[in-house]
């Protein structure tokens, strides 16, 4: 079982920044793979971003060069970084862990205005 707690949400306007925190239940080195997901109104959840066990980084094109995800493994928390934010980011944000079985947070809401 893996506890994940999201922050960091909010409203910003395009061109700003924000960064999202998924606090986990359990040292962030025995899950597989961390990541971040986002699902807009009308929309399936899409994937955003993730990493793996072993640090490696995988972006969705749409994001490629504005978001980063980091960990740290002393807070068992991965973090979202997002740069120039556009409308289009607007979204709830839902940190996964994927542990052999799949785990989800509550999800926070971003807003980007125009």
């Known amino acids: 079982q893996v506890q994940l707690v999201e922050s960091g949400g909010g409203l910003v306007q395009a061109g700003g920044s924000l960064r999202l925190s998924c606090a986990t239940s359990r040292s962030i080195f025995s899950i597989d793979t961390m990541g971040w997901y986002r699902r807009s109104p009308g929309k399936q959840r899409e994937l955003v971003a993730t990493i793996t066990s072993g640090g490696s980084p995988n972006y969705a094109d749409s994001v490629k060069g504005r978001f980063t995800i980091s960990r740290d493994g002393a807070k068992n928390t991965v973090y979202l970084q997002m740069n120039s934010l556009k409308p289009e980011d607007t979204a709830v944000y839902f940190c996964?862990?994927?542990?052999?079985?799949?785990?989800w947070g509550q999800g926070t809401q971003v807003t980007v205005s125009s």
């Open positions: 996964n862990a994927n542990a052999g079985l799949r785990f």
